[in-house]
């Protein structure tokens, strides 16, 4: 008899693994999708990350050649030519001295001839003191415009160079709030993205869970089917051996 119940007991043991293989795939396909879902969160978070560090190094790269460019503007600004006070000095003397020996040339004949009933030594001394003097005080004001005028080359280049510099500041926030929403931006997609992660992991686990409890209680419902028949084979054993 003993035999006989231990060969019953077997064949439902199989019984019981067969109908509960099913539940068990289920299982191990669940977790092998939590497994690939979580590989492929990965890889995705790895690609925003490359992408987010790419926008970043092109926008730093981009204000950096453009500020280079600017202090190499401002470096130079002395060998521009009009923001070289000297030059502008130079160049305006010269042109007053050019004004000045025509004035001086003009005025003195014009006061030699116009001023003067004599000729002569009166006539020369009076063209060299007219000359000397429309001269003089158009050289005079000539030196005072040159004067202004390198003062003024002075003063644009110092204006152009504050200018430059202002526009290096402006770019050095522009880059940094700009690098401040791209991260702001990847932040809420990584927290959404993984919101969206935990959601479907969530999903599952409950799913497993499930399956688990169900193929648990399939698990009792056929071995208390199995005890029940299996009680009752054995109580036929015992009546036909006693018979």
Same mark, same amino acid.
């Given at each position: 008899?003993?035999?006989?119940?231990?060969?019953?007991?077997?064949?439902?043991?199989?019984?019981?693994?067969?109908?509960?293989?099913?539940?068990?795939?289920?299982?191990?396909?669940?977790?092998?999708?939590? =497994?690939?879902?979580?590989?492929?969160?990965?890889?995705?978070?790895?690609?925003?990350?490359?992408?987010?560090?790419? =926008?970043?190094?092109?926008? =730093?790269?981009?204000?950096?050649?453009?500020?280079?460019?600017?202090?190499?503007?401002?470096?130079?600004?002395?060998?521009?030519?009009?923001?070289?006070?000297?030059?502008?000095?130079?160049?305006?003397?010269?042109?007053?001295?050019?004004?000045?020996?025509?004035?001086?040339?003009?005025?003195?004949?014009?006061?030699?001839?116009?001023?003067?009933?004599?000729?002569?030594?009166?006539?020369?001394?009076?063209?060299?003191?007219?000359?000397?003097?429309?001269?003089?005080?158009?050289?005079?004001?000539?030196?005072?415009?040159?004067?202004?005028?390198?003062?003024?080359?002075?003063?644009?280049?110092?204006?152009?160079?504050?200018?430059?510099?202002?526009?290096?500041?402006?770019?050095?926030?522009?880059?940094?709030?700009?690098?401040?929403?791209?991260?702001?931006?990847?932040?809420?997609?990584? =927290?959404?993205?993984?919101?969206?992660?935990?959601?479907?992991?969530?999903?599952?686990?409950?799913?497993?869970?499930?399956?688990?409890?169900?193929?648990?209680?399939?698990?009792?419902?056929?071995?208390?089917?199995?005890?029940?028949?299996?009680?009752?084979?054995?109580?036929?054993?015992?009546?036909?051996?006693?018979?």
């Amino acid at each position: 008899i003993d035999l006989v119940l231990e060969k019953t007991n077997e064949k439902f043991n199989k019984l019981i693994e067969t109908n509960l293989l099913l539940y068990g795939q289920q299982i191990e396909k669940g977790s092998r999708s939590k =497994e690939l879902l979580k590989e492929a969160a990965d890889k995705r978070k790895v690609e925003i990350k490359s992408h987010l560090d790419f =926008e970043i190094k092109s926008i =730093e790269e981009t204000h950096k050649k453009r500020i280079t460019q600017i202090e190499a503007m401002i470096e130079h600004l002395s060998d521009d030519s009009k923001f070289d006070s000297s030059k502008a000095f130079s160049s305006s003397m010269l042109i007053n001295i050019i004004i000045s020996l025509v004035v001086f040339i003009i005025g003195g004949f014009a006061d030699g001839f116009m001023g003067s009933d004599s000729v002569g030594n009166d006539t020369f001394f009076s063209t060299m003191l007219g000359g000397i003097k429309w001269g003089g005080i158009i050289f005079l004001l000539g030196t005072i415009v040159a004067f202004f005028s390198s003062i003024s080359a002075i003063w644009e280049r110092a204006n152009k160079k504050q200018k430059l510099i202002r526009e290096i500041s402006v770019r050095k926030k522009i880059k940094e709030k700009t690098i401040k929403e791209i991260k702001r931006d990847y932040s809420e997609k990584i =927290e959404a993205f993984e919101d969206q992660l935990r959601r479907k992991e969530k999903s599952l686990d409950r799913d497993i869970e499930s399956l688990e409890k169900d193929r648990e209680m399939k698990a009792n419902q056929l071995r208390e089917e199995n005890f029940k028949v299996v009680e009752k084979y054995k109580d036929k054993l015992i009546k036909i051996k006693l018979v």
